[in-house]
């Protein structure tokens, strides 16, 4: 009889314990797959994307090769872009400008080539370059001896929502064109013409 006793006690002892051990491994066992698949989720937002923008001006041809970072819900301005610091104006390298032919910017000559474009944004103005060292890490490298021209805009504001950094060629007829950066809600551009 005691060993009858015994053996039950036993068994109801291991169910019990299996039964606790169901009941949390079940809940942990869901956490990790939901974390996982947001985790997965996440990170394919995160990827900044290898984008090319291209477009004719007049005979000019205008290439622009960059990585398109997301919003991502994130505060761009100030934020994941710092105000007053030289910018890559894109992600990972620098962005990189190519003319086909010699262009004009406010009355300077660029010369058919390669360029960096970087950008210094503020608050109300920003600037906007263009640096010979087209081949750059972020802006490790980035030398201001190297500029070509450094021009001041003023960015665009209140504009439709741009998930996604995006560069345009616009060819505003008569030898006139400008390439625009969008991202977030700003938006500005760099004038050029030619001949």
Known sequence: MNKL????ALGLLIVSCQNKKGENGGHEHHQPEAATSTVDQSDNSKKSIPQEAHGNVGDAHVSVYYHSPAVRSRVI??????????WVAGAHSATSIEFSKAIE????????????????PGQERWTLILNKNWEQHLADDYDQAEDIIRIE??????????ERLTYTI??????SGAIRMSWEKLSVSLPFKTD
Do not use: H, N, Q
């Open 170 to 175: 616009e060819d505003k007829r008569e030898g």
């Open 153 to 162: 805009v003023t960015p665009e504001t209140e504009m439709p929502l741009s």
């Open 77 to 86: 301005w100030g934020g994941l872009v710092p105000f007053d610091e030289v």
């Open 5 to 8: 006793i015994y053996t039950l």
């Open 105 to 120: 910017i406010e009355g300077t000559t660029i010369p058919k080539g390669k360029y960096a474009f970087f950008t210094i």
